[in-house]
């Protein structure tokens, strides 16, 4: 397993790039979905339902994720690694309700060919960003970040043992 300190001077300027800019280097997703009309799926019926309830289903997590984050910021606890709620289950829920929620909006836009496009581009990108994250974690919270990665899975979801 590589630690923090492993990584490359290069490698991490590159990390620390890609979640300064995360923001910004997804925006071309965002453009192209609102822009873009060539060979639109036209079935409303499929898409609405489709669309809404996965971005529903994403904000949902993201608020769930979201809150457990702000709970450990107003008790002033921010030396303790949040496990509880999604981050149980899951390393990275916000990211994932982020990419979700750019494929809801895919499905929305009537792009459904973009969709692969858009899923392989954002889960490489929010994958960057979460390694950044994991070095930073690993250095600030040392064995207890090692061991949480161990138990719980980055990006698919596993129930917890006890």
Known sequence: MINSKQ?????????EFVYRKRGVLIAPLWIIMLSVFY???????IIWPLGVSIILGAGFLRMWAQAHIRNRAILKTSRILTTTGP?????NPLYISNILILAGACILSE???FLP???IYSGILYSL?????EIRLE??????????????L?????IPRS
């Open 7 to 15: 990584i490359g001077g290069s490698r991490r300027h590159i990390l």
């Open 39 to 45: 060979k639109e799926y036209e079935k409303e019926y």
């Open 87 to 91: 981050y149980r289950y899951i390393r």
């Open 111 to 113: 792009l459904i060919w």
């Open 117 to 119: 496009v858009v899923l």
């Open 129 to 133: 960003v979460a390694r950044r994250e």
């Open 139 to 152: 250095e600030r919270y040392g064995e207890a970040y090692l061991r949480y990665k161990k138990e719980v």
């Open 154 to 158: 980055g990006w698919i979801p596993r």
